[in-house]
């Protein structure tokens, strides 16, 4: 196991800034997922991390040591990447063996080590295939255990389920948390898909335009986002953001005109910068419901426009009066596109957020 400490890294290509000024702790047998769009830096940081990419400027220290310089072979990480890259005319156990015939270890250590790998990712019976012969999800199983076989002090996984169809994604997802478990390694994980992400992480970090915008764990995010593009990004579908004005400050509770409401509401607040006049308010799914009245605090009238009908769950999309988008999550009440009716605002659900999208807390 191993500690790893960015301190102020920083990568340009040209004058374009891919990482700005990158620091983070992650401990010892933490399993750490970066998540974030194409191009926020997370797959750079992943490559540098691993020597595979130099650093523009800062430190990466693994255990208390400067990396920097340190060729990637030596550096006790393991690379698992999108593409199998495995060779095809060698069998699953030469695959997983090739390293350690480089490093010239003796054959009876390669095939423990190989063995040993193949048992914890349920491959005895496949080491003498070749990757014509294997599935996506045994390729995958296979590079994993190529990276196993190493026994680095790291792990380093760039979006390797990419390639994999939903119901494997699923059932490796489930056999990575079980590996990490029997391995008690640091992990690191690069994806976009926030779902993956929350299953996998310890700890997610979540990236935009280079910089790290909220570290943490997945459900703390999911619930306390720092800012409105994390709350955005985490969570399927989407929280709900609508613009408000701020109508009146008072010590303990501001009062909101959302835009389209039936009427203004208060919101318990302490603290509340009094020169704020505009906010925008943000709402996950399960805080909105669906009525033919406005009996709650904060009422809005809506249009369902469409309905995803999952099974133990409906998404219904509506369009409020002012144009904007509000989904809401039901168990119950089907609704049908152009219904007219209410959408109703659990105000312990509300988050606000300033016109520059950081979030306005309330003082404790």
Not at 177 to 200: P, S
Not at 327 to 353: H, M, P, W
Request: charged share 25%; proline share 3%.
């Amino acid at each position: 196991m191993a500690q790893l400490e960015i301190t102020n890294v920083s990568k340009s290509y040209g004058a374009v800034n891919v990482l700005k000024n990158i620091n983070l702790e992650i401990s010892s047998g933490e399993f750490v997922v970066f998540v974030g769009p194409s191009g926020c830096g997370k797959s750079t940081l992943l490559r540098m991390i691993s020597g595979l990419e130099d650093i523009g400027t800062g430190q990466i220290r693994l255990n208390g040591q400067v990396v920097n310089a340190v060729d990637p072979a030596r550096r006790g990480v393991a690379m698992v990447f999108q593409s199998y890259a495995l060779y095809p005319h060698m069998t699953a156990f030469e695959n997983m063996a090739f390293s350690l015939m480089i490093a010239k270890e003796k054959k009876a250590r390669i095939k423990e080590k190989v063995e040993r790998a193949a048992n914890i990712l349920r491959l005895e019976h496949l080491l003498q295939r070749r990757p014509g012969e294997l599935s996506g999800g045994q390729k995958q199983r296979v590079a994993i255990g190529r990276a196993i076989v190493r026994e680095p002090k790291v792990f380093l996984f760039d979006e390797p389920l990419s390639n994999l169809d939903t119901e494997l994604r699923v059932q490796m997802r489930a056999e990575l948390i079980q590996l990490h478990d029997k391995l008690k390694t640091t992990m690191i994980y690069v994806t976009h898909d926030q779902v993956e992400a929350m299953t996998l992480a310890d700890k997610m970090v979540v990236m935009h335009g280079g910089v790290i915008q909220q570290c943490g764990r997945p459900l703390d995010l999911y619930d306390d986002p720092a800012n409105k593009f994390v709350a955005g990004f985490i969570g399927s579908p989407r929280m709900n953001f609508m613009d408000a004005d701020v109508a009146r400050v008072e010590s303990d509770h501001i009062t909101l005109a959302v835009t389209g409401a039936l009427k203004q509401f208060d919101l318990p607040f302490r603290g509340f910068d009094s020169s704020l006049r505009k906010v925008q308010v943000g709402i996950r799914t399960e805080y909105v419901g669906l009525s033919e009245d406005a009996d709650s605090a904060v009422s809005l009238p809506a249009t369902v426009a469409f309905v995803e009908e999952l099974g133990d769950v409906t998404y219904m999309h509506t369009d409020l009066p002012n144009g904007e988008r509000l989904v809401v999550r039901s168990n119950g009440g089907r609704y049908r596109g152009g219904k007219e009716c209410v959408a109703q605002l659990d105000t312990t659900g509300i988050l606000l957020f300033d016109e520059a999208g950081e979030r306005i807390r309330s003082a404790s």
